[in-house]
């Protein structure tokens, strides 16, 4: 399986969050399918996550959350992918946006804040990422949902199946979403 080397560990450490597999299948506590689904996905959900925060370890929490929070859901099976990935974007942007408080708070106190380091930070510069990130996160939640999921690898159908929406409405949404991210990034530049 792709990516077993990465999920078997990470599949451990969720069984031993939510407090081990047989315990919650004995108690009825957590759905039957749920070990498939994480199998599948996991990946995917790690990936959506990692883009928005910029950090495989912070995409990884939010992976385990976004499963513990499907694992007590009643969503069905063939609709868990969609599920989990828009989860996944909503917790990322979530916490996306509380580190954004909190790096305020820490600078209004003098503390420094922590910088989590980023492979991507080889080709393009710290700062920009930072930037991309903390406009992404003062966009309205739906563009800033589609866009991640857009440039997640979702196609158009899938991102409308995922948040329920038009396959029109996603790409108008994309299309906006693009827009407002490039004045959040250039404020001063003339609109297109």
Known sequence: MRHEGRTAPALAAFAARRGGAERAHRTGEVRDDLEQVFRADYPRVVGVAARVLGSRDQAEDVAQEVFLAFGRSSVPMQEAGGWLTVAAAHTALNLLRSGRRRSAREEAAGGEPTVVPDVADAV????????????????????????????????????????????????????????????????DASSD
Request: glycine share 4%; charged share 25%.
């Open 124 to 187: 393009i510069s710290r700062d920009e990422h930072s930037r991309v990130r903390a406009a992404l996160a003062r966009l309205p939640r739906k563009q800033a949902v589609v866009l991640v999921l857009r440039h997640s690898g979702l196609s158009y159908a899938d991102v409308a199946a995922a948040l329920d929406m038009s396959v029109g409405s996603v790409g108008t949404t994309v299309r906006r979403a693009e827009s407002a991210l490039r004045k959040e990034l250039n404020p």
